[in-house]
């Protein structure tokens, strides 16, 4: 690994700050002064110290935020705002990414990671890791849904979805309700609606796996996850499948 990112991870600036601390000879690896960005190092075998103090290297970083409407689920776009936009220079050093996505106009719960293992295991179609929203649906939801929901509902193109478990908190002219799936279809809480013949006209994430979305984190806000959330999530799983 290059100092310069080793530097950077452990939370001592931006690329450019680390450069200029390089070169200013208060970095050392293994007692020897290093100036140039491009030194390689071992984060688990060399011992890399600023101005005599010892560098504790971080190799993984674990976000949630609560996704706004109007934000992309992506690393990066040339003409609208990411989801990676909306986080501060010292955690953009990461490189962290969203494990799966939420539409544009959904928000809620979304977590960041630059763990590749973690988002392989929680994104893969064979650990069914259920996902829950709460959508408001223009039109009554009824018990026939739910068992229409319970069964799997069959998309335009033949697809039938695994089984969701539907609750009905209020149904009305316009309905309130919680949807848990175990799977990930683009698209798919509002085409699972459009097949019963109704529209989601709000949609929001509230929980991944164990991962509950925190209640007083604001719309664009994020957070780290705890050390107990981590665990919770890395073991959610089922690792045998």
Do not use: C, W
């Not at 931006?14 to 007692?31: F, H, I, T, Y």
């Not at 604001?218 to 073991?235: A, D, F, V």
């Amino acid at each position: 690994m290059r100092i310069d990112k080793l530097l950077s991870n452990a939370g001592l600036g931006s690329r450019k700050d680390v450069k200029k601390l390089l070169k200013s000879g208060a970095v050392k690896v293994n007692e020897t002064v290093i100036k140039s960005s491009k030194e390689q190092v071992e984060p688990d075998a060399d011992v890399v110290t600023v101005h005599g103090e010892e560098v504790q290297y971080r190799e993984f970083i674990y976000l949630m935020m609560n996704k706004p409407q109007g934000v992309l689920s992506a690393t990066e776009d040339k003409y609208q705002e990411t989801v990676i936009d909306i986080l501060q220079p010292e955690d953009q050093i990461f490189e962290p990414f969203p494990v799966g996505r939420l539409d544009k106009d959904t928000e809620g719960l979304l977590l960041l990671t630059n763990d590749g293992s973690l988002a392989h295991q929680l994104l893969s179609p064979k650990k069914h890791v259920p996902k829950t929203y709460f959508a408001v649906i223009e039109g009554k939801v009824t018990e026939q849904d739910t068992k229409a929901f319970r069964d799997g509902v069959e998309f335009d193109e033949g697809y039938v979805t695994k089984p969701g478990e539907l609750n009905i908190l209020k149904s009305g002219l316009t309905s309130d309700i919680e949807l848990t799936i175990t799977e990930g279809k683009f698209h798919q809480v509002k085409r699972m609606f459009e097949a019963v013949g109704k529209k989601v006209v709000y949609l929001k994430r509230i929980s991944m796996g164990s991962l509950q979305l925190d209640e007083e984190l604001e719309l664009g806000e994020y957070r780290e996850l705890t050390n107990e959330e981590i665990e919770e999530l890395k073991s959610g799983y089922n690792p045998e499948d």
